[in-house]
């Protein structure tokens, strides 16, 4: 599978933005989906996921600003993101494994998420 992200930019701490994640070559309900993060000069770091089941889980630093869904109509994984803090800039990675073989997993090429104070 081919993963696309887009939805990234500059916005003012407080704002909104929303990221895409698109999929070529596979259904992305075959998949576990999870965001990462990776600020500069840091680890990347887990933001959200989509498990198995449809059970979502959320890092502590986003949890109840973030909601992530899927349309599995449009093969497309989203990651809402609200009340966006300067600490939440980095480039922001969707991530797909598939239900089948959990030991492989697939990256997009990431989109740039800036939040200015």
């Known amino acids: 599978v081919q993963l696309v992200e887009s939805g990234g930019g500059l916005v003012q701490a407080g704002g909104s933005l929303t990221l895409s994640c698109g999929a070529s070559g596979s259904a992305l309900s075959a998949f576990e989906i999870t965001w990462y993060r990776q600020p500069l000069g840091k680890r990347r770091e887990l933001v959200s996921s989509i498990r198995r089941g449809g059970w979502m889980d959320y890092a502590d630093a986003v949890r109840g600003r973030f909601t992530m869904s899927r349309d599995d109509a449009k093969n497309m994984v989203y990651l809402q993101m609200n009340s966006l803090k300067p600490e939440d800039t980095g480039v922001y990675y969707c991530?797909?494994?598939?239900?089948?073989?959990?030991?492989?997993?697939?990256w997009g090429q990431g989109t740039q998420v800036t939040v200015s104070s």
């Open positions: 991530n797909a494994v598939p239900k089948w073989d959990l030991s492989r997993e697939f």
